[in-house]
């Protein structure tokens, strides 16, 4: 797979069109790989992030054909995420989260957190874990973030950041009169408008171009 940021492939697909295989032996890191895991892991704990190492997803290779997706997976140690541009594909998902008149779901990250901490970022977002559908993925992280689920949901598009971790992008859209419930990891939240054009300032560059790109028809 190429090694360079950008969309990989786009959809939108239905999740039922979303397979995965797995590798069962997880992906090799060198010793000197390791030890600079092991000291970002250090780190963000030094902030007081609740964070345990394990096992999660990498992106070993994808495939789109007759109107599916195909990811094949293996583990690989979470803590590589960490990395500043070496994560090395790790597998990560971001559900973007419409209400039912468009508008769109942002909250701002606590400071413990590994990635855009005290930061606002849209919708919900996670490592897939082993043995995990990226698709099913978003759901989870949607329902554990926010408490809520969709009444239904795209998968967009496989994009790969410049730091090294590639994402699977989701969109959910909540039913009329749905409500939201944050936990731990965001410390404000709101509804921004479905014109991003109208978002406040503090809406991050990024975040706007992902809502335009993902707006517009593919």
């Not at 950008?6 to 000197?32: K, M, N």
């Not at 140690?77 to 597998?91: E, I, K, T, V, Y």
């Not at 990226?134 to 009444?151: G, H, K, Q």
């Amino acid at each position: 797979m190429a090694d360079r940021a950008g969309i990989l492939a786009r959809g939108p697909w239905q999740p039922a069109d979303v397979q995965v295989s797995w590798r069962g032996e997880p992906f090799e890191l060198s010793e000197a790989v390791v030890a600079q895991a092991d000291r970002a892991l250090e780190e963000l704990r030094g902030r007081g992030s609740p964070s345990h190492d394990g096992l999660a997803a990498r992106l070993r290779d994808y495939k789109v054909s007759e109107g599916r997706l195909s990811l094949e997976c293996e583990p690989v140690r979470w803590a590589l995420r960490l990395l500043p541009g070496d994560a090395m594909q790790s597998l990560s998902v971001l559900c973007l989260v419409r209400s039912a008149d468009g508008g769109w779901l942002a909250g701002r990250r606590a400071a413990w957190l590994a990635t855009w901490a005290e930061r606002w970022a849209l919708g919900a977002a996670g490592s897939v874990e082993v043995d995990e559908n990226p698709a099913d993925t978003l759901v989870r992280e949607l329902l554990e973030e926010w408490s809520v689920a969709p009444e239904r949901l795209t998968v967009e598009a496989l994009v790969r950041l410049p730091n090294g971790i590639a994402m699977l992008i989701g969109m959910a859209w909540l039913e009329e009169g749905a409500s939201v419930t944050p936990n731990s990891e965001h410390d404000e939240w709101a509804w921004w408008p479905a014109d991003v054009e109208r978002w406040p300032a503090h809406a991050d560059d990024q975040l706007r171009r992902v809502a335009e790109l993902l707006s517009a028809p593919a």
